[in-house]
């Protein structure tokens, strides 16, 4: 072995510790709706009236989706796409299934094609594993882990709703109106006017960068991907025209992207670079604010895709006219600039959770790593478990 084994810890074939078992057939037509869980390589797919292992059951894909490790604490029926933990040898049910998801069983996917987990070779592959008590140490301490990021996740998609609803009712409505006007686009404050986003702003599209532009350095070269948070840059070392540089903080909108993904306006928070096609710069009108623009854009966006056309339902482009004559709801300039206020307080509050979220992400990552291989003991590792 590469290192010292911790104290206390025991050596041997995986098959010692855990034995996987092929599960079963049973087809569509054989299985009756009940409280046991219908398990495929990729989780739970349907239910069953019986369950074909009693449980607590560990569950992994044998092919297609390999390394998805599944903890089903009562009885369930494993399909023959997955492998079972047919004997624990002793060891705890829960701790088998962090070990499961650490060993990474995807190395062992052998043929070609849909790629199948041969158990027979996993089975003589040397492992160690702790003493019991320790074992159920280590599967509460990453279990709670687990929770915290189950709650934050929770926290997050709630706040992204109150975002959403707070979002549509500033944006439609702004702030302390009681007389409204109907419109051509509905009900808005009496005060308000109905423009274009031609109106508003003018888009300038970026520029074709082709392979004989691109440099190993230089200004990045800003793509589609690299709205997404992509760091994977190409870069130009020529002389860019002022309408092709972008600076932190600009505002852009793809106008070719993967519906809900990369498709629409986002704010640059990347370094000084070049523009590359598909992608329009917004420069923003007299009066306008640029994050309440942001955040208009936003809201229309569905209105966007909705004339998107594309050789993919979910891979979208659209005409510039398709943007510029959408017509939008737009108050006076010092009340867009509240309504961007309040809009940035519940922007942050999402990110502090999803601040947190990485942080926990990070430190399940750690332990997983300290722990299950005896590099950090229990005693050593409760402190980490409560940060």
């Known amino acids: 072995m590469s290192r010292e084994m911790p104290e206390g810890w025991r050596a041997g074939k995986f098959d010692t510790f855990i034995t996987l078992q092929r599960g079963f057939d049973l087809p569509v037509q054989d299985r009756r709706q009940g ?8 989780g739970q797919i349907d239910s069953h009236s019986e369950a074909r292992i009693p449980g607590p059951a560990v569950v992994t894909g044998r092919s297609g989706t390999l390394g998805k490790v599944f903890f089903i604490p009562e009885g369930c029926w494993p399909l023959n796409t997955t492998l079972y933990v047919r004997d624990f040898h002793g060891n705890d049910p829960e701790f088998v ?33 702790p003493p019991l008590h320790e074992q159920r140490r280590i599967a509460e301490i990453l279990s709670s882990v687990d929770e915290a990021i189950a ?68 200004l990045p070269i800003i793509r589609i991907q690299n709205l997404n948070g992509s760091q994977n840059f190409n ?13 932190p903080g600009d505002l852009l909108f793809a106008w070719a992207g993967v519906r ?26 007299e009066q306008v604010d640029k994050s309440w623009l942001f955040h208009m854009m936003r809201l229309i966006t569905a209105r966007i895709e909705a004339k998107a056309h594309g050789f993919k ?15 939008v709801p737009v108050p ?17 509050a999402e990110e502090l ?23 950090k003991r229990v005693t050593d590792a409760l402190p980490l478990a409560a940060e």
């Open 35 to 42: 409280t046991f869980a219908v398990i495929a390589s990729n």
């Open 97 to 129: 299934t962090w070990f499961l998801k650490q060993f990474k069983l995807d190395r062992f996917g052998t043929g070609t094609g849909v790629p199948t987990l041969n158990r027979n070779v996993v089975h003589e592959v040397e492992v160690t594993f």
């Open 151 to 218: 709650a934050t996740r929770a926290v997050i998609e709630q706040t992204r709703k109150v975002k959403r609803g707070v979002l549509e009712r500033l944006l439609a409505k702004g702030i302390g109106h009681t007389r409204f006007k109907q419109t051509e686009i509905g009900e808005i404050p009496e005060e308000w006017t109905v423009k274009s986003v031609d109106d508003l702003c003018v888009l300038s599209n970026g520029n074709g960068f082709r392979p004989p532009d691109w440099a190993d350095s230089g």
């Open 235 to 247: 870069y130009f070392n020529g002389t860019p025209l002022e309408k092709w540089l972008i600076h």
């Open 260 to 285: 809900g993904v990369s498709f629409g306006p986002t704010i640059w928070g990347g370094p000084l670079g070049v523009l590359n096609q598909h992608i329009f710069k917004i420069s923003c009108r």
């Open 313 to 327: 339902d979910s891979l979208l482009h659209v005409h510039k006219k398709e943007i510029t004559a959408q017509l």
């Open 332 to 348: 006076s300039h010092a009340e867009q600039v509240q309504i961007s206020a309040r809009l940035a307080g519940v922007q942050a």
């Open 353 to 375: 959770a999803a601040s947190s979220l990485q942080q926990l992400l990070a430190t399940k990552s750690a332990l997983m790593s300290d722990l299950l291989t005896g590099r």
